[in-house]
Nanobody, 123 residues
Framework: QVQLVESGGGEVQAGGSLRLSCAAS????????MGWFRRAPGKEREFVAA????????YSSDSVKGRFTISRDNRKSTSYLQMNSLNPEDTAVYFC????????????????WGQGTQVTVSS
């Protein structure tokens, strides 16, 4: 089992930045690919970014490319999502997830999920 806890969400004005953290406990964090997803009001959950367990492979969605950066610190068993140039369309609940299949854009490849953290971007 892997337990994931997100933090760092909040309210920010358009153009601002936030850094989300995802602290993992349980099984060896370094063996899992990590992903970030989000669910905006009235919409389905969508992929944001993913990183392989080695950190050598990353993916991000077109909507956040160039603005959001995923990273991980295996010594701290923590994944991060640095979000810059935020806009109101980024308002959502953000979830981190861990999966044994390297890095993936598919939420079904992740077996462990955090409870989510709210990000609200005001115009």
């Amino acid at each position: 089992q892997v337990q994931l806890v997100e933090s760092g969400g909040g309210e920010v004005q358009a153009g601002g930045s936030l850094r989300l953290s995802c602290a993992a406990s349980g099984r060896t964090f370094s063996r899992y690919g990590m992903g970030w997803f989000r669910r905006a009001p009235g919409k389905e959950r969508e992929f944001v970014a993913a990183m392989s367990w080695t950190g050598t492979t990353t993916y991000s969605s077109d909507s956040v490319k160039g603005r959001f950066t995923i990273s991980r610190d295996n010594r701290k068993s923590t994944s991060y999502l640095q979000m810059n140039s935020l806009n109101p369309e980024d308002t959502a609940v953000y979830f981190c997830a861990a999966g044994s299949i390297g890095s993936s854009r598919n939420e079904h490849d992740y077996g462990y999920w955090g409870q989510g953290t709210q990000v609200t971007v005001s115009s």
